[in-house]
């Protein structure tokens, strides 16, 4: 099993940029491919992006591409998402997820195809 612990949210103006964390326990961060996810009030949880693991293969959701950066460390165990030119519609809960796969794939923008996930981090974007 791992645990996931999200970390790097706040309050910041529009425009501005925030790196988000996700710390995981355990020896085994290497195989896992992972995800970040959000979810604002009243609203279905969002695939935001993925990377695989060798961190070699990325995928975005629509909404953040070309503005939002996904890495990952595999020396520190965390991955991270890096949001620049942050809109107040990019406010919500920001979830990183794990997902158990051999391949070396980022082809998991589905919520249901992850093993593990953090508590979440608020993101708030004032106008």
């Known amino acids: 099993q791992v645990q996931l612990h999200e970390s790097g949210g706040g309050l910041v103006q529009a425009g501005d940029s925030l790196r988000l964390s996700c710390a995981a326990s355990?020896?085994?961060?290497?195989?896992?491919?992972m995800g970040w996810f959000r979810q604002a009030p009243g609203k279905e949880r969002e695939f935001v992006a993925a990377?695989?693991?060798?961190?070699?293969?990325?995928k975005y959701g629509d909404s953040v591409k070309g503005q939002f950066t996904i890495s990952r460390d595999d020396a520190e165990n965390t991955a991270y998402l890096q949001m620049n030119n942050l809109k107040p519609e990019d406010s919500a809960v920001y979830y990183c997820?794990?997902?158990?796969?051999?391949?070396?794939?980022?082809?998991?923008?589905?919520?249901?195809?992850?093993?593990?996930w953090g508590q979440g981090t608020q993101v708030t974007v004032s106008s």
């Open positions: 997820a794990a997902v158990v796969t051999p391949y070396d794939s980022a082809s998991f923008a589905m919520r249901t195809r992850y093993n593990y």
């Open positions: 355990g020896d085994t961060f290497g195989s896992y491919a």
């Open positions: 990377i695989s693991r060798s961190g070699r293969v990325t």
